[in-house]
Every structure is written in structure tokens, then in C-alpha cells.
């Protein structure tokens, strides 16, 4: 999971309420198409580990379910399972790149 997705989940985590699409659009400058498809990409991961996907609130936006932070067990396993899966963006391996090459 890239940096922006990972950021999407633990901001929607961190709301006590449901956040719009076009909020997350405006937040991170991409598209409302983009969250959607970084949206789908959460739910695939929170999916493949058997955890509660993103509760989708018509009219209201969107939301972590209240089961995920409701139980550590799930947390400490979904914040492994994600920093496993992380890819680094293009800034970032340009600078492990130039780093490998100064040492």
C-alpha cells in the first residue's frame, strides 16, 4: 500500500464521524476518483485479512468500522499487515537510489 493510502486509513481511523469523498479529494489534491480507487485498494487489504471493510454511508461519507479500533488485536495486526505491504513512491525510491550510490 503506497504512503496516500496508508494516510487515507489512519485519517479516516482517527474521525469520529464520516468523511466525504470530495473532503479526502481536497485534502490529499488528487481526484475523487483516485480516493475511490485508493478506497477499493483499503478494503482489498482489510479484506485479505479477514477485518471489517470501510463502512460506506450514503449521503455521509465514508468511515472506518467502529469493530477495527474496538479491538487491539485487530489494530496491532492490521498495522504490521500495512507496513508490510507498503510501496515506496517514486520521491522516495529516487532517494534510497541516490543514497546507495553516495555509500
Not at 24 to 32: D, H, I, M, P
Not at 44 to 73: C, F, K, N, T, Y
Request: proline share 4%; net charge neutral.
Amino acid at each position: 500500500m503506497d504512503q496516500r493510502r496508508v494516510n487515507i486509513f489512519y485519517y479516516l481511523l482517527r474521525q469520529s464521524k464520516p468523511v466525504a469523498i470530495d473532503a479526502l479529494s481536497q485534502k490529499y489534491e488528487v481526484s475523487t476518483r483516485t480516493i475511490r480507487y485508493d478506497l477499493d485498494k483499503i478494503d482489498e487489504l482489510l479484506s485479505d485479512h479477514g477485518l471489517p471493510l470501510l463502512e460506506r454511508l450514503r449521503g455521509d461519507g465514508i468511515q472506518v468500522s467502529p469493530d477495527i479500533s474496538a479491538h487491539p488485536e485487530w489494530m496491532a495486526r492490521l498495522n504490521t499487515n500495512i507496513s508490510d505491504s507498503y510501496l515506496c513512491l517514486q520521491k522516495e525510491r529516487i532517494l534510497l537510489i541516490q543514497l546507495k550510490l553516495l555509500l
